[in-house]
């Protein structure tokens, strides 16, 4: 059984304050896809990190993949009130057809 | 046309209803997927349809029941749920094994 240890589970922060999200897994994944959900919504996909050590910047959003395709970080540079939500990683390809294997999720509040 | 369509958005049952929730993708996505969702969880995987046939069944109760009538279209039915089935379900599509999910809004079930 693939697993995919996402933390914090919770996080609740000041507007302008830095955070970074982990998920980490004894699996080896294909790609790995960060998304972002608001409640009452489907997850939106954010980004897809697929070669070891890649690292991608969307505006204040910076995902790294590592080196051994086996863990992921989310780094998020001044929150805005906008970014609260349910933050997801999800990894393809471990193995299992078609699975997408999801972490716990990241419950983001950003205060303003 | 990248969108996953849902419908309807919300539903509530009795617990002796049939209904079902219908999912429909026009972007030739091979594969389509149910997951279930529970409030500030995760998503969980219910069922997996590869080229129109059921790959993945999550050892779901037999009171769901989907159905891929074709390429663009899934569905599922539900008969006889529990309260306990109440939660947002979500239906994806993906073009592969290691590509990216891309979801619909969703369906808020409840039932009483």
């Known amino acids: 059984t693939q697993l995919l240890e996402q933390s914090p589970q919770f996080l609740s922060i000041q507007e302008g304050e830095n955070l970074t999200v982990y998920c980490n897994s004894s699996?080896?994944?294909?790609?790995l896809q960060w998304y972002r959900q608001e409640p009452g919504e489907g997850p939106v996909l954010l980004v897809t990190v697929v070669t070891g050590g890649e690292v991608k910047k969307l505006k204040r959003l910076t995902f790294q993949f590592g080196d051994a395709r086996k863990d992921s970080s989310l780094h998020i540079t001044a929150a805005q009130p906008g970014d609260t939500g349910l933050y997801l990683c999800?990894?393809?390809?471990?193995?299992?057809?078609?699975?997408?294997?999801f972490g716990k999720g990241t419950l983001l509040t950003v205060n303003p | 046309d990248t969108e996953v369509t849902q419908t309807p958005k919300h539903l509530v049952m009795g617990m002796t209803n049939k209904k079902s929730l219908k999912c429909e993708q026009h972007m030739g996505h091979r594969a389509m997927y149910w997951y279930k969702q529970k409030a500030k969880k995760p998503p969980e995987l219910m069922f997996v349809?590869?080229?129109?046939?059921?790959?993945i069944n999550e050892s779901v109760p037999s009171r769901f029941s989907p159905e891929c009538p074709n390429s663009s279209l899934l569905n599922l039915h539900l008969h006889a749920l529990q309260p306990e089935d109440s939660a947002l379900y979500l239906c994806a599509t993906r073009t592969g094994e290691y590509t990216e999910a891309f979801f619909g809004q969703g369906t808020r079930l409840t039932v009483v």
């Open positions: 999800a990894g393809a390809g471990g193995g299992s057809n078609y699975k997408l294997t």
């Open positions: 349809y590869s080229y129109e046939k059921l790959s």
């Open positions: 699996s080896v994944f294909s790609s």
